[in-house]
């Protein structure tokens, strides 16, 4: 099994569409959680981080299932400028802060 | 906002030949981080650094590799021999604790190609 698993899409919605993404990840020793967002040929940038609570940040909302080892990302209102490969991120075990990246879930926001 | 910055933003090397890449990271940041990605494939980590050693890395990080903070600013991947296989593009980060307590901060990455 994948460390890290997402669906690669391409996921193609209107604009002002709601899209979910899920992840799936491997070590249920892992701490710590991340979505962070790669447009093309560009560095990873961080968009959140997920909270076993759950958290939302505007448009964003995260959600942590640590007993399915399941992330999730749910975008609403989608924007143009919301197109790029949101990727899923975990934290290994190791505690030297080495992070484990999902193979990314491209978006594309059509008008 | 600051920023970490790499050198160079495109190299290309022959098989065989030994290459520098350089980072800068942000000032107050105490880990530091390489990553690749070759195209079209996950972010891998590499290596991480902090109080000037290797604290992990990674498989794909073999005797070929080594990293440095030769002057209390710049940090460097050497890669000694590259291989066709090298050709990826690299990304320095760099974070103020360990990544998973404190966000990722990337640079822009240097697009290794090895021919």
């Known amino acids: 099994r994948k460390e890290v698993e997402q669906d690669p899409g391409p996921f193609n919605v209107p604009e002002g569409a709601t899209v979910a993404f899920n992840c799936t990840y491997s070590?249920?020793?892992?701490?710590?959680f991340f979505w962070y967002r790669q447009d093309c040929r560009k560095e990873p940038k961080l968009l959140m981080s997920?909270?076993?609570s759950g958290n939302e940040d505007g448009r964003f909302t995260a959600q942590l299932n640590r007993a399915s080892q399941y992330i999730s990302l749910l975008i609403r209102d989608s924007k143009l400028s919301d197109s790029a490969t949101y990727l899923c991120?975990?934290?290994?075990?190791?505690?030297?802060?080495?992070?484990?990246f999902g193979q990314g879930t491209t978006l594309q926001v059509k008008p | 906002e600051p920023e970490v910055t790499q050198t160079p933003s495109h190299q290309v090397t022959q098989m065989g030949q030994e290459v520098i890449l350089r980072c800068v990271p942000i000032s107050n940041h105490l880990y530091f981080y390489w990553y690749r990605q070759i195209l079209g494939q996950k972010v891998e980590f590499l290596v991480s650094f902090y109080n000037n050693e290797i604290s992990e890395k990674s498989e794909i990080f073999d005797d070929q590799f080594s990293v440095e903070r030769p002057d209390g600013s710049n940090f460097t991947l050497k890669i000694r021999s590259t291989k066709l296989e090298d050709s990826a593009m690299y990304f320095c980060?760099?974070?103020?604790?360990?990544?998973?307590?404190?966000?990722?901060?990337f640079g822009n990455g240097t697009r290794l190609t090895v021919t």
């Open positions: 980060a760099s974070s103020e604790r360990t990544a998973d307590n404190s966000p990722l901060h």
């Open positions: 991120v975990v934290s290994s075990r190791s505690n030297t802060g080495k992070l484990i």
């Open positions: 070590n249920s020793a892992s701490q710590s």
């Open positions: 997920v909270y076993s």
